[in-house]
């Protein structure tokens, strides 16, 4: 079948990557990009939740500024354009689009019905944005920069939620990682896991920060949770 689906919104239209897991009908799991697009690494994300019996579906949430963004995360120069369009993404109007997303993943003959967000960076701050402001069955935000900024939505998370936090990250300071922990510690649907010495990013395949056992571990409890909430 098909690796890519067309997602339909009141806005325009968007492509997003689909991988199919070999026993259908499955749950679906609404893969969220960081600031390099729907790349090699989020692809190989998608795969491997197929594998593990998931129809996986990556939306790309940079269409409304650049179209097709598949950006290598050794370059330089592919860095400096991933965070230009981050600095401009509209994320309330992300919300939007991944709603649509979920709704045509949800609709896909092969689907269960049941879905969840799964995000890195950017895709896990608007998986928690997201699963804030609607109703998701799931939600897993891997180091989502900025989710601090958005913690009085707090209230409205009704969806199961599991967040990885490097204690090490260069992006989300100690503090905002306190805030984060704080502000989730009266949530019984939520819980956050932090890896010791781990800095941003270190479940990216290929990545600078990459480790083995951390992105396992993380990867596994993902996995588990993910099927416990989608069954």
């Known amino acids: ?65 650049d179209p097709g963004v598949d950006l290598d995360v050794r370059s330089e120069a592919a860095w400096q354009r991933g965070l230009q369009l981050y600095a401009a993404y509209n994320r309330d109007a992300g919300v939007k689009d991944i709603m649509e997303t979920v709704r045509t993943a949800v609709e896909l003959p092969e689907s269960t019905g049941k879905v969840a967000l799964h995000g890195y960076c950017l895709g896990a701050l608007m998986a928690f944005i997201t699963a804030a402001r609607n109703e998701i069955d799931a939600a897993v935000a891997y180091h989502g920069g900025d989710t601090e900024k958005y913690l009085g939505e707090v209230g409205g998370l009704e969806a199961p939620l599991l967040m990885h936090l490097g204690e090490e990250d260069e992006f989300i300071s100690k503090a905002a990682q306190a805030e984060i922990k704080a502000a989730l510690a009266g949530k019984p649907n939520a819980t956050v896991y932090s890896y010791p010495g781990q800095c941003h990013a270190f479940s990216r395949h290929d990545g600078a920060h990459y480790n083995a056992a951390a992105a396992t571990l993380a990867n596994a409890r993902t996995r588990e949770f993910l099927h416990r909430q989608l069954q």
């Open 1 to 65: 079948m098909e690796n890519r689906i067309i997602i339909k919104s009141p806005d325009g239209t968007f492509r997003a990557y689909v991988s199919r897991p070999a026993k259908l009908p499955a749950p679906a799991v609404v893969v969220l990009q960081e600031l390099f697009g729907v790349n090699a690494d989020i692809r190989a994300t998608c795969n491997e939740l197929a594998a593990d019996g998931f129809i996986a579906v990556a939306p790309d949430l940079f269409w409304r500024q």
